[in-house]
């Protein structure tokens, strides 16, 4: 890395990537006001480094979902292979070089929905790694709720699995070295925080106060029992209460961490979001919340969306305010430079200067990554490693088109696993979206072959293992379910459920609503749905309890519970593939698109 100061070096990439306006009018502070961090004179530069969504991602992320799209000054696009903990520990480690005030925060989803290296040991190898990575804090994201309160307590605190128990002999889990926050998560019957509400990092007198939010939105793309007798709260409200108790505090430095996001207008991690404008580039929850979130408050560290951006959206003084979000996955960090002001305790936010930054897989890996990631996979790989089918090329899960390959497999497997009589009947399949992990790669990750389905990758694509339910819907219930993808809660980001072979309609994008939605078009097996009549449908429990804004589902009958997801998937791919024929991917189409 450059030894260059990091003030200016942030504003040379900031201005490079164009990714903040902000950073801009740091290039208007006198000479000799800041001394990079060294803490000499009135101001002092602390550099806060943030990701998000890093979801258990230990080893680097394969095919798509570890690459990141980078837009050069032609205007023409490239991808570059981002991620991997062992590479993240060296970025990080190499950032915080020369920095003698550097924070790491995170903005929550650090676990859940992990490969399986992870999530088998639920998500233990993943906090010892961000133990490793020297964390300061992470707020929580929804996904810190997958197996309820008080597993969450247990990464905090420590403390052996309480029905699997220690994973090594003599070795007791720690938990979590850094606090997570949950300021707007509270127990129903106490009112009380379930967590530490916000955090403040202190050195040499400088203060800064984090507070930690997840979207209000989480029981509605959690299972009922991950967030049982838990109350979330608005994000703004939340946030302004505490930034009052932090000033009370006399702490008026100020960093919010909301796992919550936007969505600009390129997929390119050095897109400009603040073209012609300050935040003009960005859509999304994310803006409305910083539009209205304190003034009081410095920057916002986001999440959620999995997407990159540092943005300058104002605040409600209309002043610009840094708003940054580092993809997922651990492809990328973000560094932000908080010029503190030793006088008036705050930070001079006309000299904060963010920029994202690309964990490339060029540099020398963390040795001690290197080794958690062996120790953890030495007691993984007699699962792991285990072939579960074979594909001809790669199953790919895109995040840009409605219909994904994996998708269809994936809804496949469901009908045909539960069509048979004494399994429920199914009649069709529909899958959410976001329980799409990955795709499958053809390319060998390990010595199991090209094109060798391990159980260990089946699992990184269905990694909840929800058990699969059978229901009775009618046709007119099925039509609702479609358009409910469109409108009500997913009405600004649509949520575009997969489904099995047979089961087509046409997404009209070009109408807003309902009315996306041609309900003469769709069709089972070729003919029209009625309306009155009633259908079998497969789908996760997750789904069949009304998740990801699909009320309508929880108004099923006569519900079948099936086989886990990860179980159907995998008998779907032994059945359908060998070494010497395996299976292709599955063709699309099953959704007409019009834009």
Same mark, same amino acid.
């Given at each position: 890395?450059?030894?260059?100061?990091?003030?200016?070096?942030?504003?040379?990439?900031?201005?490079?990537?164009?990714?903040?306006?902000?950073?801009?009018?740091?290039?208007?502070?006198?000479?000799?006001?800041?001394?990079?961090?060294?803490?000499?004179?009135?101001?002092?530069?602390?550099?806060?480094?943030?990701?998000?969504?890093?979801?258990?991602?230990?080893?680097?992320?394969?095919?798509?979902?570890?690459?990141?799209?980078?837009?050069?000054?032609?205007?023409?696009?490239?991808?570059?292979?981002?991620?991997?903990?062992?590479?993240?520990?060296?970025?990080?480690?190499?950032?915080?070089?020369?920095?003698?005030?550097?924070?790491?925060?995170?903005?929550?989803?650090?676990?859940?929905?992990?490969?399986?290296?992870?999530?088998?040991?639920?998500?233990?190898?993943?906090?010892?790694?961000?133990n490793k990575l020297k964390l300061d804090v992470s707020s929580v994201g929804n996904h810190e709720f997958d197996e309820g309160a008080q597993e969450l307590a247990r990464l905090q605190n420590g403390g052996c699995h309480p029905t699997e128990g220690c994973y090594e002999k003599g070795k007791k889990f720690k938990g979590a070295d850094f606090p997570y926050l949950a300021a707007n998560v509270t127990k129903e019957k106490s009112g009380k925080p379930l967590l530490d509400p916000y955090f403040i990092w202190k050195k040499n007198g400088v203060r800064i106060g984090f507070i930690?939010?997840?979207?209000?939105?989480?029981?509605?793309?959690?299972?009922?029992?991950?967030?049982?007798?838990? +109350?979330?709260?608005?994000?703004?409200?939340?946030?302004?209460?505490?930034?009052?108790?932090?000033?009370?505090?006399?702490? +008026?430095?100020?960093?919010?961490?909301?796992?919550?996001?936007?969505?600009? %207008?390129?997929?390119?991690?050095?897109?400009?979001?603040?073209?012609?404008?300050?935040?003009?580039?960005?859509?999304?929850?994310?803006?409305?919340?910083?539009?209205?979130?304190?003034?009081?408050?410095?920057?916002?560290?986001?999440?959620?969306?999995?997407?990159?951006?540092?943005?300058?959206?104002?605040?409600?003084?209309?002043?610009?305010?840094?708003?940054?979000?580092?993809?997922?996955?651990?492809?990328?960090?973000?560094?932000?430079?908080?010029?503190?002001?030793?006088?008036?305790?705050?930070?001079?936010?006309?000299?904060?200067?963010?920029?994202?930054?690309?964990?490339?897989?060029?540099?020398?890996?963390?040795?001690?990554?290197?080794?958690?990631?062996?120790?953890?996979?030495?007691? %993984?790989?007699?699962?792991?490693?285990?072939?579960?089918?074979?594909?001809?090329?790669?199953?790919?899960?895109?995040?840009?088109?409605?219909? +994904?390959?994996?998708?269809?497999?994936?809804?496949?497997?469901?009908?045909?696993?539960?069509?048979?009589?004494?399994?429920?009947?199914?009649?069709?399949?529909?899958?959410?979206?976001?329980?799409?992990?990955?795709?499958?790669?053809?390319? %060998?990750?390990?010595?199991?072959?090209?094109?060798?389905?391990?159980?260990?990758?089946?699992?990184?694509?269905?990694?909840?293992?929800?058990?699969?339910?059978?229901?009775?819907?009618?046709?007119?219930?099925?039509?609702?379910?479609?358009?409910?993808?469109?409108?009500?809660?997913?009405?600004?980001?649509? +949520?575009?459920?997969?489904?099995?072979?047979?089961?087509?309609?046409?997404?009209?994008?070009?109408?807003?609503?309902?009315?996306?939605?041609?309900?003469?078009?769709?069709?089972?097996?070729?003919?029209?749905?009625?309306?009155?009549?009633?259908?079998?449908?497969?789908?996760?429990?997750?789904?069949?309890?009304?998740?990801?804004?699909?009320?309508?589902?929880?108004?099923?009958?006569?519900?079948?519970?099936?086989?886990?997801?990860?179980?159907?998937?995998?008998?779907?791919?032994?059945?359908?593939?060998?070494?010497?024929?395996?299976?292709?991917?599955?063709?699309?189409?099953?959704?007409?698109?019009?834009?």
């Open positions: 890395m450059s030894a260059t100061p990091h003030r200016n070096r942030s504003r040379i990439l900031a201005a490079v990537a164009g990714l903040t306006t902000v950073g801009a009018l740091v290039a208007a502070m006198p000479a000799g006001a800041s001394e990079s961090g060294h803490g000499h004179g009135r101001t002092v530069d602390v550099q806060l480094l943030s990701f998000n969504d890093l979801h258990g991602n230990l080893e680097p992320p394969a095919g798509s979902a570890g690459r990141v799209t980078h837009t050069d000054e032609d205007g023409t696009t490239r991808t570059i292979d981002a991620g991997g903990v062992e590479y993240l520990a060296t970025h990080l480690r190499q950032a915080r070089e020369d920095h003698r005030y550097s924070v790491t925060a995170a903005a929550g989803d650090m676990v859940g929905a992990s490969p399986l290296l992870s999530g088998l040991f639920h998500d233990e190898p993943t906090v010892e790694a961000l930690g939010v997840t979207l209000e939105g989480t029981p509605n793309i959690v299972s009922a029992e991950g967030v049982k007798g838990l +109350k979330f709260g608005d994000e703004v409200e939340t946030i302004n209460k505490y930034t009052k108790v932090l000033e009370r505090k006399g702490v +008026k430095s100020i960093v919010a961490l909301i796992h919550e996001g936007g969505a600009p %207008a390129s997929a390119s991690y050095n897109y400009n979001c603040d073209s012609p404008g300050p935040g003009d580039g960005i859509s999304g929850p994310i803006v409305d919340i910083a539009k209205k979130v304190s003034p009081q408050v410095d920057a916002l560290v986001t999440g959620h969306t999995h997407q990159a951006y540092a943005c300058s959206i104002p605040d409600p003084s209309g002043k610009p305010r840094t708003v940054t979000s580092a993809a997922s996955f651990g492809k990328l960090y973000t560094d932000t430079t908080l010029t503190y002001d030793r006088r008036t305790n705050d930070v001079v936010r006309t000299a904060v200067a963010s920029a994202n930054h690309v964990v490339t897989r060029d540099v020398a890996k963390a040795p001690d990554m290197t080794k958690l990631i062996q120790r953890w996979n030495t007691l %993984a790989a007699p699962i792991a490693s285990r072939p579960v089918g074979y594909i001809s090329a790669d199953i790919e899960n895109p995040a840009d088109v409605p219909e +994904k390959p994996v998708g269809n497999l994936i809804a496949d497997a469901q009908l045909e696993g539960l069509a048979p009589a004494d399994k429920g009947g199914a009649q069709l399949a529909v899958m959410n979206p976001g329980g799409v992990r990955a795709g499958l790669v053809h390319k %060998a990750a390990g010595g199991e072959g090209d094109g060798v389905v391990t159980y260990g990758e089946a699992f990184t694509v269905q990694p909840f293992t929800n058990m699969m339910n059978v229901v009775d819907l009618t046709g007119a219930q099925l039509v609702t379910m479609l358009q409910q993808q469109v409108s009500g809660a997913n009405q600004a980001a649509p +949520k575009i459920l997969q489904v099995s072979t047979g089961f087509t309609y046409t997404l009209d994008m070009t109408k807003s609503g309902t009315d996306r939605i041609v309900t003469s078009s769709v069709k089972l097996n070729g003919e029209a749905l009625d309306p009155a009549k009633t259908y079998r449908v497969a789908m996760n429990e997750f789904l069949a309890g009304g998740g990801d804004g699909f009320a309508v589902l929880k108004e099923h009958k006569n519900k079948l519970v099936g086989a886990s997801d990860l179980d159907v998937l995998t008998a779907y791919l032994a059945a359908h593939s060998t070494a010497a024929s395996p299976l292709a991917p599955p063709a699309t189409g099953r959704i007409t698109v019009v834009k």
